[in-house]
């Protein structure tokens, strides 16, 4: 009986430092944001979007909205096209006092479970399935309707597992014949599409985009001129020859590329351009939902992004786009009763050793 309490105080000392709670104290900060892949997705075209700080519900902490967004607008530009961050990504079930938060922090853009639509936001659904190993679904992948969004999810760690990407289903996408966009992007061009207005004189034709006062994004729009005339020119407000755009664009830049049936032409806010055919200039102009007329859009959505290097180290070469949902990482602070206790281990464990050898000494002589 003796042997076994002295067993079981044994196992109390070494278990002790191990059951030991520890106490999330404070925030960490992902350094990554702005050091070297931070300026590298932004200039590849991906976005930082809001998700929040790590286990906190933003429907119980209603102020973590706007943290969220100081953190990441104190850190990094959103987009290429903009500094706020505009998008969030919310839970499956959102509350009226979460909602208002989201509009008093000028949150435009939802993502992306949402059971329901929002007044005056726009909601994006999650269509695409996944790019996690064995939950990749290529059929939907492969379904997507013309000019529709696929925004397709990503988690790079849960808890302590790192989750493998499909290679098949990244490869396929990098394959097809899409518009690599984030969500930010993709709503910002469709407004900016049904701003551009044109003007004609004879054989050619004026095209503007004035600047939105009340967004704080500058993306470019895009629309179709149809016409059967052959284009002479295309220069800017300076002169210069406007850039062509290649068939196998997929990534939106400012440019024009003539097509069977007419031209496309995606110009940026504050951008005056000036097109000479040689006819008469065409008076049909539809704006487009989708760049460069590709057939639908896809971005892939990172969620509860801590670390941004474990989220994209597996998408450096990669041509498509990300939108990242960034979460601000919890620093785990060490309980203050851990040093006593590891004392306590320290001046313990060579006592009840003595102990022991000596009572055995005892018990043998």
């Known amino acids: 009986m003796e042997r076994r309490h002295q067993g079981v105080f044994l196992l109390i000392i070494f278990l002790t430092p191990l059951l030991a709670p520890t106490v999330v104290a404070d925030w960490d900060d992902d350094?990554?944001?702005?050091?070297?892949?931070?300026?590298?997705?932004?200039?590849h075209g991906d976005e930082f979007a809001c998700h929040g700080y790590e286990g906190i519900d933003i429907n119980e902490d209603n102020s973590i909205i706007s943290s969220c967004k100081k953190y990441l607008n104190g850190h990094t530009n959103s987009s290429r096209w903009g500094s706020e961050a505009i998008s969030f990504g919310v839970p499956n079930v959102i509350d009226e006092s979460t909602i208002s938060s989201l509009k008093?922090?000028?949150?435009?853009?939802?993502?992306?479970?949402?059971?329901?639509?929002?007044?005056?936001?726009?909601?994006?659904?999650?269509?695409?399935?996944?790019?996690?190993k064995n939950a990749a679904n290529i059929t939907l992948l492969d379904s997507a309707e013309e000019d529709s969004l696929v925004s397709v999810y990503w988690e790079a760690r849960i808890y302590d597992l790192k989750v493998r990407e499909d290679k098949s289903a990244i490869e396929f996408l990098e394959n097809q014949n899409v518009w690599y966009t984030t969500w930010?992007?993709?709503?910002?061009?469709?407004?900016?599409?049904?701003?551009?207005?044109?003007?004609?004189?004879?054989?050619?034709?004026?095209?503007?985009?004035?600047?939105?006062s009340n967004s704080s994004w500058e993306v470019p729009g895009s629309i179709f001129i149809e016409t059967s005339s052959s284009v002479l020119s295309v220069s800017d407000k300076y002169g210069d020859f406007y850039p062509?755009?290649?068939?196998?664009?997929?990534?939106?830049?400012?440019?024009?590329?003539?097509?069977?049936s007419g031209l496309l032409i995606t110009i940026s806010p504050g951008d005056v351009v000036e097109i000479k055919f040689d006819n008469e200039s065409p008076s049909l102009i539809f704006p487009l939902q989708t760049f460069n007329d590709l057939h639908h859009s896809v971005t892939i959505v990172g969620?509860?992004?801590?670390?941004?290097?474990?989220?994209?180290?597996?998408?450096?070469d990669s041509p498509l786009l990300f939108t990242w949902l960034i979460e601000r990482p919890s620093a785990l602070?060490?309980?203050?009763?851990?040093?006593?206790?590891?004392?306590?281990?320290?001046?313990?464990?060579?006592?009840?050793?003595?102990?022991l050898v000596k009572r055995d000494q005892n018990l043998t002589a």
Do not use: C
């Not at 930010?184 to 034709?205: A, F, P, R």
């Open 303 to 316: 969620h509860h992004v801590t670390n941004l290097h474990e989220w994209a180290s597996d998408f450096y």
């Open 244 to 260: 062509l755009l290649q068939e196998n664009t997929k990534i939106l830049q400012n440019g024009w590329r003539q097509i069977e």
């Open 104 to 132: 008093a922090s000028n949150f435009l853009i939802l993502g992306d479970n949402l059971q329901s639509d929002v007044d005056d936001m726009f909601v994006i659904q999650r269509n695409g399935g996944s790019i996690e």
């Open 184 to 212: 930010g992007e993709w709503y910002n061009h469709e407004i900016s599409s049904n701003l551009i207005s044109s003007t004609k004189s004879n054989n050619s034709m004026t095209i503007s985009l004035e600047k939105d």
């Open 333 to 355: 602070e060490m309980d203050w009763r851990l040093p006593i206790i590891a004392l306590g281990v320290l001046i313990a464990t060579p006592l009840t050793i003595n102990w």
């Open 31 to 43: 350094n990554w944001l702005w050091n070297l892949i931070g300026p590298e997705r932004l200039e």
